[in-house]
């Protein structure tokens, strides 16, 4: 998975072979930045920055939602390995996973003017080894821990398993109609007998009884006469 950030480093001429007469004590990744101790001598070391731009919430929320719709993919990182096919995860959004030539800034303590001088020659073949040995280093550089980035799969899958089902597709109004005022007990829509002509039954006996009332009969019973005319039911 890092052959090609292998090759970005030729550019700087720097390759796997190279032995630079120095040595990096301590190496640090962490989000946008390369820190490393470089000693020289015993009592002589110098310490070299490689910056590199981190992705912004847009291209995370890209990339883990992209990476949970493959269950192999999914399972890899939950497994803790990254698949070497990741990168393409990240092209997708047009950014490089691997930091490219024009990204990196680099910068060294000491005195030389040469970029990249032989302390940030070690801190680059230093860099490149971590990524072998921890691939998920890369994606701290970029602004994801380990720990935060498979929080964020793990989620993700456990709510894409867990999400219920799409509901039924609601009827339109007008396949109901001749439905709508079926007769049967509360909750059977699937009996939709009317009311046989001169039942007394009607709407009003299917509603809950109104509180009001007047001179102490309720206004249910009073409405009643006037929907049995209405209905034609007198």
């Known amino acids: 998975m890092t052959e090609r950030f292998r090759h970005t480093l030729q550019e700087f001429g720097v390759h796997k072979g190279l032995v630079p007469p120095c040595r990096v004590d301590t190496l640090t990744i962490g989000p946008g930045a390369v820190v490393a101790q470089v000693r020289v001598t015993r009592q002589r070391f110098y310490e070299v920055r490689i910056g590199v731009p981190t992705f ?17 993919t999914t399972a890899a990182m939950l497994d803790g390995q ?5 990168e393409r995860f990240f092209a997708a959004e047009d950014v490089p996973l691997f930091p490219e030539p024009r990204e990196m800034s680099l910068d060294c303590t000491c005195p030389g003017t040469r970029v990249p001088c032989d302390h940030l020659v070690a801190g680059l073949i230093a860099m490149a080894d971590e990524f072998e040995a921890e691939p998920f280093a890369i994606f701290a550089l970029r602004g994801r821990d380990q720990t935060a980035l498979l929080d964020e799969i793990g989620r993700l899958a456990g709510a894409r398993v ?11 109004l007008d ?8 007769w049967g007990p509360a909750g059977d829509v699937t009996n939709t007998r009317r009311p046989p002509a001169g039942d007394t ?15 102490g009969t309720s206004v249910t019973e009073l409405l009643k006469p006037l929907y049995r005319v209405f209905t034609g039911q007198e």
């Not at 929320?61 to 269950?71: I, L, M």
């Open 201 to 215: 039954r009607g709407l009003l006996d299917e509603v809950p009884r109104l509180s009001a009332t007047v001179d």
């Open 175 to 182: 396949e109901v109609m001749d439905d709508f005022f079926g």
């Open 82 to 86: 990254v698949p070497d096919d990741i």
């Open 162 to 172: 867990t999400a219920p089902p799409a509901e039924a597709e609601t009827p339109g």
């Open 56 to 72: 912004g919430k847009q291209v995370w929320t890209a990339v883990t939602g992209a990476t949970v719709e493959e269950e192999s």
